[in-house]
């Protein structure tokens, strides 16, 4: 499976691709990051990421694209920025018929660290292993979208709740973290 991870923002959105085995056994394709600056027009900000995921899209020919779940509490200057980058990514999936799958931080660190508290520093250093690599990816948006990619694959390549119908722990915390978010904006 071929799965292209992005982590969406305006100013670094990371991307990745990695190729995974049915064994798991997962191999980097290409990493990188898109950037902007702020003193850019919006539009020429989303416009840049666009021509960039079309780019990787065309140049990889994903089987999925895993894309990071949006949702803070706080920040909603950045939240907003984020939203704008992850739907101009999404869309450029859909008009490929490229499937679109969202997972959250917290699903991503669990998956690749085994710790869904676990901070950059353990999510670079795993997927520096995950993927055998010399270096480890740079900067830490990189490692994020190569986290993604490889979550998705190992998860069985679907975004659906675990089998039986039950959610997945870090599901259900999301979906609690969801919940208290829109009680309290209320």
């Known amino acids: ?8 923002g305006l100013t670094r ?10 064994n798991r056994r997962s191999t980097l394709v290409e990493v990188g990051v898109v950037g902007t600056t702020p003193d850019m027009p919006l539009e020429l ?23 990071e779940r949006v949702f803070s509490q706080t920040n909603v200057s950045t939240v907003m920025g984020t939203a704008q980058a992850s739907g101009v990514v999404m869309t450029a999936a859909a008009r490929r018929g490229i499937a679109v799958a969202l997972h959250t931080p917290t699903e991503v660190k669990a998956a690749v660290t085994g710790n869904g508290q676990a901070d950059k520093a353990a999510v670079t250093k795993m997927v520096t292993r995950i993927l055998r690599l010399d270096t480890p990816p740079r900067p830490a948006d990189a490692a994020d979208a190569l986290a993604l990619a490889i979550t998705h ?22 979906a609690e973290a969801e919940a208290k978010a829109k009680r309290n904006h209320r």
Do not use: F, N, S, Y
């Not at 900000?45 to 894309?67: G, M, Y």
């Open 1 to 8: 499976m071929r799965v292209l991870g992005v982590d969406p």
């Open 13 to 22: 959105c990371g991307l990745g691709v990695v190729d995974v085995e049915p």
């Open 45 to 67: 900000r989303l416009l840049k990421i666009a021509e960039t995921i079309d780019e990787w899209l065309d140049a990889h020919a994903p089987d999925v694209l895993a894309v």
């Open 153 to 174: 694959a190992w998860r069985g390549g679907a975004a659906k709740p675990a089998a039986g119908g039950g959610m997945t722990a870090a599901q259900k915390l999301w």
